[in-house]
């Protein structure tokens, strides 16, 4: 079993499993699909994403890793999506496409595989390149303002999950009506106020945990529970040779209702046909101190 690769930016980029990319598929529309696992293209001009012009992040539609940043976008005038450089060149994976009697460079997303467009040498300083995208391929992620990290609105909760070496489906908490923002931290474990190095080495016993502030009226935590079970492995002890302290999959929760909720959202995971003969390694804990580390959205 080899040892799961990280960018720079400290992100797992070791695929998925079968069942895991099984999971996020399903969540995709027709066209993204299409897109992504078909490597289909987009008429110019009406990706939902070409005239976006606020600040934020452009992450892969299926499995959540930032892949382009708000600064990198320019109007090409070709009728797509376009970036001059990634967030991260280890995000993005170049392939020689020779398709359609053409000899072109294909890029996907490093982590899930799915394919994201085309880059070509005819692009803006600093890099000279064009990152030609498909709308569908992306999902994109509005910049908050300048509110303290803790200031949501009134009426607001918050839920915390232990997504590990995952931490980049974080993102993926604000495809859901409702969720406010989200940041990572670190919770569940003995050291105040643990570096990240700390917690990295097992020493300080935290997870890595993602914090989702949302809306209770629009978004119920049931449907939270479902969500970060559907987009993570539950069971990612059983192929992740980092599986620990840090890594390990769970629920942290405030409220005796949730941890009933919590419970129930698992057990019924597991009684799902294909489930049966699958260890669900999910654990499910009291809340403790949260220590932020760093805001995504």
Known sequence: MSTPTTSRLGYDLSAPSAELLERWLLA???????????SGTEAPFCGGLLDRKEKGVYACVVCGLPLFGDEAKFDSGTGWPS????????????VEDESHGMSRTE????????HLGHVFPDGPPPSGERHCLNSASLLFVRQRGTEEPHAEPSGFRRAF???GAEEGLALRFLELEGVWDVAIGFQG??????????????????AIVVEV??????CGYRRLLDHFLSIHDPTRGERTPIFGPPDRSAVFFRTSEERLEAHSAIAELGDQPGWEEREIVTQVGAATTFWRLAGLA
């Open 28 to 38: 995709l529309t027709p066209t993204e699909e299409e897109v992504t696992q078909r």
């Open 83 to 94: 970036f001059h450089s990634a967030v991260d060149a280890s995000h993005v994976k170049r």
């Open 107 to 114: 890029i996907c997303c490093a982590r899930c595989d799915s």
């Open 161 to 163: 999950f232990g997504v």
């Open 189 to 206: 474990g003995t050291t105040e106020d643990p570096t990240p190095e700390e917690v990295a080495a097992g020493e300080s016993g935290h």
């Open 213 to 218: 502030i949302y809306d209770p009226a629009r």
